[in-house]
């Protein structure tokens, strides 16, 4: 598996050290099958600039308008945001960049709902436990591939009790459709997969979006990638994938992940692992150990010692 610090087309792994505007660019029209990424909230972290709400929205049409334009017709869209914070006022960031979307075209399939049970607890209003992932498609022609996501049925063996069907199992055997609200534990404190990013997309998450959006050897477009969990759960599942990132700590971060998983060395949270209720313990599943296939290449890191970011001019 060969990794890129720009876009090539024979890489597995393309991840750009520097600014997403300045990667996107160089990626050709309608080639990208799946954009998924977590912007910035505007919230002024360590990896961003807090601005005016409008400075900020025209900022987000920008890559948002690339995005669409390296979309493939069949492809998709997932834009995972959470609030706004003024003086403790929130702003739902789904709601304001709607328009945004909706003016290029696209068409909103689903907005899930993100749910966990670990955060900030607030004072003076309720505490904030959930986020929520866009979905919007290019076309009325998208991929979804509802089998490789499907979870448990609530009653497996529940069967007809009436009609032509009668005695037959009345659910899919292989599970139901997962619904837009998902239950998925954040990345805080002990979770297995937890680095130095404040916000981490569990890998999980990704890995839904992934197998539900795209076929193997498709490409995904992460333009906020963080410390890389997009890039795992794309390259573990035979996918190709092309992400930037400004913070120089957390692409060194990203690299050592991936260099990880491709010696069998990375553990994250299994998707199958329910979550845990303490009134009603259930078996174990220990963390998965991930494996890509296919060795990497040595990386920029490994050959110069770390990768240079470089800012946009």
Excluded at 89 to 114: C, K, M, Q, T
Excluded at 241 to 256: L, N, Q, R
């Amino acid at each position: 598996m060969k990794i890129s610090s720009k876009f090539d087309p024979n890489s597995s792994c393309i991840l750009f050290p520097g600014d997403c505007f300045d990667l996107v660019k160089q990626i050709p029209d309608k080639s990208v099958k799946l954009v998924v990424t977590s912007p910035p909230y505007n919230l002024g972290k360590a990896y961003e600039k807090r601005s005016s709400l409008d400075r900020y929205l025209s900022l987000q049409k920008e890559i948002i308008k690339e995005s669409v334009r390296i979309l493939r017709d069949d492809g998709s869209i997932c834009w995972q945001v959470g609030n706004y914070v003024n003086n403790g006022e929130i702003v739902p960031l789904d709601i304001v960049l709607y328009p945004i979307f909706a003016s290029l075209g696209l068409h909103l399939r689903n907005r899930i709902v993100w749910e966990f049970g670990h955060g900030l607890h607030a004072s003076k209003r309720f505490s904030g436990r959930y986020e929520v992932i866009l979905w919007f498609t290019k076309t009325n022609e998208y991929t979804f591939n509802l089998d490789p996501i499907r979870v448990p049925q609530k009653y497996p063996q529940k069967k007809y009790f009436k009609g032509p069907k009668k005695g037959q199992l009345s659910g899919n055997p292989l599970g139901k459709n997962p619904s837009d609200i998902w239950d998925i534990p954040n990345v805080k404190a002990n979770h297995i997969e937890k680095t130095i990013h404040p916000c981490q997309f569990p890998i999980e998450l990704i890995e839904r979006l992934v197998l539900s959006m795209t076929n193997e050897n498709d490409w995904i477009f992460d333009p906020f990638m963080g410390v890389g969990s997009t890039a795992i759960a794309a390259l573990m599942h035979n996918r190709k994938v092309i992400g930037s990132e400004t913070m120089e700590e957390y692409v060194t971060i990203a690299i050592d992940r991936i260099q990880k998983a491709s010696k069998g060395e990375l553990q994250m949270r299994p998707i199958e692992r329910p979550v845990y209720d303490p009134y009603q313990p259930v078996k174990n599943i220990p963390p998965k150990t991930i494996k890509i296939q296919k060795e990497t290449q040595p990386t920029l890191m490994e050959r110069h010692g770390k990768y240079k970011v470089e800012k946009r001019k």
